[in-house]
């Protein structure tokens, strides 16, 4: 009887707890939309960034969130004329939890866009730029936000330009893996449980500099997430394995990412993958 | 509970090693639900078995459960005969943990209609099966073989307005098995939030 009487009170004790919820939790994170230029000329192109700032702890994700999560998305509204190019991502950072490993940014970050303004438009007027926005922030918890992007941008003989926000596009450009450069030369083997990424380098850079390699892929199912990736200096040539995801159900034609350097470097990968093995052979 | 702890041992060091496959058997369990029972895998050999992951607080789950999504996939199958085991592995203090009392206040107030909701607050059952995210959804056939795992459908968003028009991976997986063909989408990549395993 006892024991039922306390039991009860727990379970009452509980639906109190649960009853002074908030209805709406807290916001853990804000985005706030860039213009590179308050005036800009007709016929020119300019840019424009979608600003993130998250709570501490707290976290964004990549265009491929990894093993859980969603990526922001936005549905941009522009006057007739007004082109806006697709989203570039800054490298993300591999963010583990106790299910798996999700890709994505904590505290700052911009995803930043070209935007090209038709030679049509008058001088004098305005463009109204306007951004449906939904992300969604994590940490033990995730809340899915929405914010309405707004920004109006003139139209003038003279550009001019936002100086906060230039320097903070430009931040964020330096962020945006490059294109490999040509002392790089990469190749994609499988095997019947990983993929490798060889890395040779020309004889001008060494690659003992190279002391921590990570890839990221941007197709989910390519590879295991949560797998460590190893790094080996095999004579000159280094060699990442990245261990393949057990939902692969036909071998992966390409290996398409973002290879971060020591740390700091970051490149678009898109190498073909040789190799006979074409995946995790089934148990019988 | 000792049960599934020596049955995931043993699977565990037997098979999880290679990780959790489609045409694999599907590993075995036993599991207490909401209301006390206990469920054994081998019991439901001869129908199709549904594992739906699941956690309260997650927006991934909210979008199909405030939508009804969740509730009338689950009423249309189990009406076509299949067991339907919802299975919570939140750790206590963990985000979607719940007692007993609560999955079944739950489970009517959302007029959800599982066949049982499974405690997993050790994440046995989980790890067991890989589960990921909620929702994270398995499908396991009358011969005992795993023939879909991933997504529900294919809008991984936390949108209620994405239900409606998405093509549901779980329904097409049981539809066509039932009808004697090949599933045609055997593995896609589950979404949701992640599964808050104890740390």
Redesign the interface.
Known sequence: MRAILFASMW?LA?AIACSHAPKDPPTRSKAILLLEQSAAEPGTQTRIGIQFETDKDWHIYWKNPG????PP?VHWQLPEGVTVGALQWPAPMRLN????T?YGYEGSVVLLSALDIPATVQPGSNLPITGDL?W?V?H?????QRAELKASMRIANTPTVDNRAHALLDAAAERIPKPLPDSFHLMATSTPDDLRLSIALNSKISSSTITHAVFFPAE??QI?NAAPQKLENAGGVLRLELKKS??L?RAPEHLNGVLVLNAQDSYQVEVPIRGSTAHKE??P | MKNLVLAALFVFLTQAVFGLRVGDPAPSFTASDSHGQQHNLAEYRGKFVVLEWTNQGCPFTKKHYDSGNMQKLQRYWTGKGVIWLTVISSAPGAQGYVTADQENDYLKRNNAAPTAALLDPNGDLGHLYGAKTTPHMFVINPQGQLIYEGAIDDRPTTDLSDVSGATNYLALALEQAMAGKPVDTTATRSYGCSVKYAK
């Open positions: 379970v509980s093993d859980s999560g969603e998305r939890n106790t299910a798996g999700d939904r969604l994590c033990d918890t995730c809340i899915p989910p199912e295991d057990d939902h159900q089934r148990k």
